[in-house]
Structure formats: structure tokens, C-alpha cells
Nanobody, 125 residues
Framework: VQLVESGGGSVQAGGSLRLSCAAS????????FAWFRQAPGKEREAVAF????????MFADFVKGRFAISADNAKNTVDLNMHTLKPEDTAVYYC???????????????????WGQGTQVTVSS
């Protein structure tokens, strides 16, 4: 199984980026996906989630209204569209897959089966 993130980079505050996670080696329809992030010196935190059971999405409070998550079943990709970026959004962003993912446990990183290598997002003020 591989999860490969792409789309990270540097952007000024207020800008936008789109991260993409390409999944292979798994049955895409059977998994829920999430994006997590980790900033230097900080713990990993859950950012966004999409359920494969019903398409339900969940977001951390600090990104609500700014980020959107979507899944493309034909391409086996999960995108994170980030808008109105802030310097505090600077982090390495990781894609994760959970076969048993639910909307009420989506934020628990330890439940995820597979992780990508991460992609750096840097937002300058």
C-alpha cells in the first residue's frame, strides 16, 4: 500500500494550495481518508476527514470554512483544498487511510492503517 502526497509548497498568507494524496495497493472504496499535520515542536493534529461509507466530511475547528476535502474514486485520490492560509498552517501534511474510519473517531491518528510520507506546507506572513 502506498499513499503519496503532493502539492505542498510555499505561499503567502491569504493564499491557497491544493494537496493531493494518491492511493495505491488498496481497495479505495473500502477506506476512509484523513489529512493530519505536524508543525515543528508540536504534536500531530487531525485536519480533515472524508468517510467512504457515506461521504461525510469532518474538519478541525481551526480549518473550518477554509479547507475542503474531496475524494475522486476514478483516480483513487483524496484532495485537500486549502484557502485563506495562515502562518500557523505551516506544517508537514500527511494523508492517512483507515479501513474502519468513522466520523466520531476520525481524529485519532493511531487508528489509521496507512500513512503517506508527508508534504511540506509553508505559509509566510
Amino acid at each position: 500500500v502506498q499513499l503519496v502526497e503532493s502539492g505542498g509548497g510555499s505561499v503567502q498568507a491569504g493564499g491557497s494550495l491544493r494537496l493531493s494524496c494518491a492511493a495505491s495497493g488498496l481497495s479505495f472504496d473500502d477506506y476512509s481518508f484523513a489529512w493530519f499535520r505536524q508543525a515543528p515542536g508540536k504534536e500531530r493534529e487531525a485536519v480533515a476527514f472524508i468517510s467512504r461509507q457515506d461521504g461525510r466530511t469532518m474538519f478541525a475547528d481551526f480549518v473550518k470554512g477554509r479547507f475542503a476535502i474531496s475524494a475522486d474514486n476514478a483516480k483513487n485520490t483524496v484532495d485537500l483544498n486549502m484557502h485563506t492560509l495562515k502562518p500557523e498552517d505551516t506544517a508537514v501534511y500527511y494523508c492517512a487511510a483507515d479501513r474502519g474510519g468513522t466520523w466520531y473517531t476520525w481524529h485519532i491518528g493511531g487508528l489509521y492503517d496507512y500513512w503517506g510520507q508527508g508534504t511540506q506546507v509553508t505559509v509566510s506572513s
